[in-house]
T-cell receptor
C-alpha cells in the first residue's frame, strides 16, 4: 500500500541547534517533494520544493535533501529559533499535472529557548 | 497580493444539520482545492477544480458532500447531513498554474467545523 510517514509526531530541540525532520514514502514515485509549515489555527505555508533530480536545496536557514533510492527526504533547520516552532508537513507531488499533493501527518517542532 | 480567503472561520452544528463553506482563491489562480484536515493528520484532498471543471473528486463522500466553483472563481463546499466524523478543519488552496506539476499551493486559514 502507499504510505507517507514523517518520523515523529513531535520533536523538541534547544535553540541554536539543527532540527532534522524526516519524510519517508512507500510505493510512490514523486517527481517533486514539497515542505510546508503550519502554525496553530492557520493554513499550511509553502517553504521549499525539490525536484527528483536534485539532491539538495537551500533557502536561508533551511535545507532539504531528496533521496529517491532511499525514498526519503530530510528537512533541516539550522540555528533554530523559538519562532521556528510549528508543524512541518511534507507533501509528495507526483508530477503528473493535475494530480494533487499527498501530505504526511506532519512533525510538530518545538524549539526551546 | 491578497491571500486565499475562507469563511466562516469557525462553525458548530449538530449532527444531521447542513453547513456550507466559502472560498475565494487568489485572483488569477486556475486550480482550486478543498482539503479536509482532521486533528493530528495532514490535509486530505476532497476535490480539485481547474477553472470551473472538476479534475478529481475521487475522495469526496458524494452522498453527503458537494462542491461547486461557479465562473471559475469562488467555490463553496457543502455538507448535508453532517456526521460527527466530519469534525475537522476544511482548507481551501489554490495554485496559479493549471495542469502542470511542481508549483506550490497557497492555503487559506481554514474553517474549523465541530459537529456535536
Amino acid at each position: 500500500s502507499q504510505k507517507i510517514e514523517q518520523n515523529s509526531e513531535a520533536l523538541n530541540i534547544q535553540e541554536g541547534k539543527t532540527a532534522t525532520l524526516t519524510c519517508n514514502y512507500t510505493n510512490y514515485s514523486p517527481a517533486y517533494l514539497q515542505w510546508y509549515r503550519q502554525d496553530p489555527g492557520r493554513g499550511p505555508v509553502f517553504l521549499l520544493l525539490i525536484r527528483e533530480n536534485e539532491k539538495e536545496k537551500r533557502k536561508e536557514r533551511l535545507k532539504v535533501t531528496f533521496d529517491t533510492t532511499l525514498k526519503q527526504s530530510l528537512f533541516h533547520i539550522t540555528a533554530s529559533q523559538p519562532a521556528d516552532s510549528a508543524t512541518y508537513l511534507c507533501a509528495l507531488d507526483l508530477g503528473r499535472g493535475n494530480t494533487p499533493l499527498v501530505f504526511g501527518k506532519g512533525t510538530r517542532l518545538s524549539v526551546i529557548a | 497580493e491578497a491571500g486565499v480567503a475562507q469563511s466562516p472561520r469557525y462553525k458548530i452544528i449538530e449532527k444531521r444539520q447542513s453547513v456550507a463553506f466559502w472560498c475565494n482563491p487568489i485572483s488569477g489562480h486556475a486550480t482550486l482545492y478543498w482539503y479536509q484536515q482532521i486533528l493530528g493528520q495532514g490535509p486530505k484532498l476532497l476535490i480539485q477544480f481547474q477553472n470551473n471543471g472538476v479534475v478529481d473528486d475521487s475522495q469526496l463522500p458524494k452522498d453527503r458532500f458537494s462542491a461547486e466553483r461557479l465562473k471559475g472563481v469562488d467555490s463553496t463546499l457543502k455538507i448535508q447531513p453532517a456526521k460527527l466524523e466530519d469534525s475537522a478543519v476544511y482548507l481551501c488552496a489554490s495554485t496559479v498554474v493549471a495542469g502542470v506539476a511542481g508549483y506550490e499551493q497557497y492555503f487559506g486559514p481554514g474553517t474549523r467545523l465541530t459537529v456535536t
